[in-house]
């Protein structure tokens, strides 16, 4: 599918994916940030969706959640995914919902690991 922005929109986007084609969504969605100043982070995507809509008037909510979905690894992806988001925004708050859960996890994990056999031995 091709995307039409307009030009503020294109000229960033083009510009950012050229210098990193590679990029994380993390990485794109701080420098999304940066680009459009000091607001939350689901401002910032309802932006660049309205954006994107100014083109592209056919794009569906669908099409946004399942974009931005695609941004993330596979395990949060999997599940928010799993979860029927009906909106961008509930998508987002699912999202920042289980990177939290995942990093508190990978924290009591780390918090298990080190309580378990001293230094040097085997469990």
Same mark, same amino acid.
């Given at each position: 599918?091709?995307?039409?922005? $307009? $030009?503020?929109?294109?000229?960033?986007?083009?510009?950012?994916?050229?210098?990193?084609?590679?990029?994380?969504?993390?990485?794109? *969605?701080?420098?999304?940030c940066r680009r459009f100043g000091d607001t939350s982070?689901? $401002?910032?995507? %309802? *932006?660049?969706?309205s954006l994107l809509l100014t083109g592209n008037p056919?794009?569906?909510?669908?099409?946004?959640?399942?974009?931005?979905?695609?941004?993330?690894?596979?395990?949060? %992806?999997?599940?928010?995914?799993?979860?029927?988001?009906?909106s961008l925004e509930e998508a987002f708050e699912l999202?920042?919902?289980? *990177?939290?859960?995942?990093? *508190?996890?990978? %924290?009591?994990?780390?918090?298990?690991?080190?309580?378990?056999?001293?230094?040097?031995?085997?469990?």
């Amino acid at each position: 599918m091709a995307m039409y922005m $307009d $030009d503020k929109a294109d000229v960033w986007f083009q510009g950012w994916i050229t210098a990193k084609p590679n990029g994380s969504r993390t990485l794109f *969605e701080r420098d999304l940030c940066r680009r459009f100043g000091d607001t939350s982070q689901s $401002d910032v995507i %309802r *932006e660049l969706q309205s954006l994107l809509l100014t083109g592209n008037p056919s794009l569906t909510e669908s099409f946004f959640i399942s974009s931005f979905l695609s941004w993330l690894n596979d395990e949060i %992806r999997s599940i928010v995914k799993n979860l029927k988001p009906s909106s961008l925004e509930e998508a987002f708050e699912l999202v920042a919902l289980q *990177e939290f859960v995942v990093d *508190e996890s990978g %924290r009591k994990g780390k918090t298990s690991q080190s309580a378990g056999a001293p230094s040097g031995e085997e469990a």
